[in-house]
Nanobody, 122 residues
Framework: VQLQASGGGLVQAGASLKLSCAASGRTFGSIGTGWFRQAPGKEREFVAATSTSGTTYYADSVKGRFTISRDNAKKSVYLQMNSLKPEDTAIYYC?????????????????WGQGTLVTVSS
């Protein structure tokens, strides 16, 4: 399975960005996709996730501002990010999981993309 994350960039506070995660290869059997982020000097943290059935999960820090969605036909998952803040600056990674386990935990995911950088200036 290969994951390609894209859509990052440099924006001002209050702006919006939409990240995309496109999957290729043998994706059959995955049960969910998540977005995580890692800021400089910090640990990777959960942002949002969606199951293949459409259930969504969000970190408290992004609830009401970020929306995760999926297009199963395109094997793609998206992260719409609105009202961006400087503290959202990070490398954003998408990942897929095939087995049970918390959607909030990075250890539950089996394949990871390369990441896309989001920089929010104040």
């Amino acid at each position: 399975v290969q994951l390609q994350a894209s859509g990052g960039g440099l924006v001002q506070a209050g702006a919006s960005l939409k990240l995309s995660c496109a999957a290729s290869g043998r994706t059959f059997g995955s049960i969910g996709t998540g977005w995580f982020r890692q800021a400089p000097g910090k640990e990777r943290e959960f942002v949002a996730a969606t199951s293949t059935s459409g259930t969504t999960y969000y970190a408290d820090s992004v609830k009401g501002r970020f929306t995760i969605s999926r297009d199963n036909a395109k094997k793609s998952v998206y992260l719409q990010m609105n009202s961006l803040k400087p503290e959202d600056t990070a490398i954003y990674y998408c990942a897929v999981k095939y087995y049970s386990g918390s959607y909030y935990s990075a250890g539950s995911y089996d394949y990871w993309g390369q990441g896309t950088l989001v920089t929010v200036s104040s």
